[in-house]
């Protein structure tokens, strides 16, 4: 099938132009202005001066399937990625069971093929069960399909662990993202240590936490020549760090989460759990820091570490209530509200960090690209009109986000996955 896309503002290779996209089957097939006026295609789609962008890709997601179903499973969770304007995303291993066997994690992709309307990589965990210090087979986990490894949701605790699983790692050339996190220094903390804390009377969690791990690791990653991805960087400290060592050419790559960007501990002014993720909400001077580096190019990627609950699992108090916050159907459109319109960055800036930047770095390479030749992955972005983010209006099973009922620009229309329209705004386009 042949689908025109005209009257769109594309993002191409990270520049804005005017101009109509071809789809011919699962491929685009040409990108200039005017093609509507001397092009044949049986579906036509008036992007009507919407922006039209390659697929946002996401490499940090917990789709909680299987094992954790009533939180999110493979279909609402890619729903909810549809909706965002995400055409790829990589789902963590912390589910039950762990895909920590060939055979476990064979049998999850199958699944994720099966009923996901996006692209899914899979994780599988460095260690057995994550928790232990017995490593995985790396090399067959490969062969099955995994993408890269992680335990996140805990940090690899022993030094040893983490040395010999990035020599493993560096063999077979996949990428060890890492969750960095002293279970020592935790205290039971539930959100970022500090005088916020004190105020509410609640237990911190010190920055010592990530920066004492991140240091190690980065020391271990300097050693073996792995690629290291940080995930969900949350200090200022963390982004010197990661910094200085990409100046000494050890090979780390790093995320920054939607939350860590806009929010702080000074926003919790009350015992509220939708603001009670981890790594924590911390000061505004690391909020700033980790702008900085974004747009410095230290941190390459934004990610949404989606991590959808059941409203009883968000219930009672920060001290009981689970760690985790959704951001799938609602990062594009804050990242372009705080970022683009007050004009800090470009839209193709923000492009690269959701979409191309995460794609090349994990190797994803029909995804991240609008581009002829390419994979048919895009998404149309109404940002012309303010819209309020409605838990109601939501895919996603979990609609634990402190980002419910506020204003923004930036709302996807229309989502296409290797040409295939699989979500559609309805009454937006005509």
């Not at 005088?195 to 991140?214: F, V, Y």
Request: with cysteine.
């Amino acid at each position: 099938m042949r689908t025109l896309i005209k009257n769109g503002r594309v993002v191409s290779n990270g520049h804005l132009q005017k101009a109509d996209v071809l789809v011919e089957d699962q491929q685009i097939s040409a990108i200039a202005p005017q093609l509507a006026e001397t092009t044949v295609a049986e579906r036509v789609i008036d992007a009507q001066n919407q922006l039209v962008l390659p697929g946002l890709v996401d490499v940090h997601v917990h789709f909680r399937d299987p094992g954790l179903t009533e939180k999110e499973d493979v279909t609402t969770g890619s729903q909810a990625a549809l909706r965002g304007g995400y055409t790829t995303v990589l789902t963590m291993p912390n589910v039950n069971p762990v895909p920590d066997d060939p055979t476990r994690l064979a049998k999850m992709i199958a699944h994720n093929q099966q009923v996901g309307r996006v692209h899914i990589g899979q994780y599988a965990a460095v260690t057995k069960n994550r928790t232990s210090d017995q490593l995985v087979d790396f090399a067959a986990l490969k062969e099955a399909g995994a993408v890269a490894f992680s335990n996140d949701g805990n940090g690899v605790q022993s030094a040893q662990t983490m040395y010999r699983a990035m020599q493993a790692l560096q063999k077979i050339d996949l990428p060890l993202a890492a969750h960095v996190e002293d279970e020592s220094l935790m205290q039971h903390g539930v959100m970022n240590a500090g005088a916020c804390a004190q105020e509410l009377g609640l237990p911190g969690i010190d920055e010592l936490a990530e920066t004492a791990q991140l240091a190690r690791d980065l020391e271990i990653a300097r050693k073996t020549g792995v690629h290291y991805h940080v995930c969900h960087v949350s200090t200022a400290r963390s982004v010197e760090l990661i910094r200085r060592a990409q100046r000494d050419g050890v090979w780390v790559t790093a995320e920054v989460a939607p939350h860590h960007l806009f929010l702080d501990e000074q926003m919790i002014t009350k015992d509220n759990p939708m603001l009670k993720m981890n790594p924590p909400l911390r000061r505004l001077a690391d909020r700033q820091a980790l702008l900085a580096g974004l747009l410095d190019g230290t941190i390459s990627m934004v990610a949404t570490d989606h991590a959808p609950h059941t409203d009883a699992d968000k219930a009672g108090s920060m001290k009981t209530a689970a760690f985790g916050i959704t951001g799938l159907e609602t990062a594009f459109a804050l990242l372009y509200t705080k970022l683009v319109k007050p004009g800090i960055c470009s839209v193709g800036q923000l492009v690269n960090w959701m979409s191309t930047n995460p794609a090349q770095a994990f190797q994803l390479r029909k995804a991240g690209n609008l581009t002829v030749g390419a994979v048919a992955d895009l998404t149309i972005v109404d940002v012309d009109h303010e819209y309020e983010i409605d838990a109601a209006a939501m895919a996603s099973k979990g609609h634990n986000s402190p980002l419910i009922g506020q204003r923004v620009y930036g709302q996807p229309q229309l989502t296409m996955v290797a040409g295939q329209i699989k979500f559609e705004r309805r009454g937006i386009l005509k």
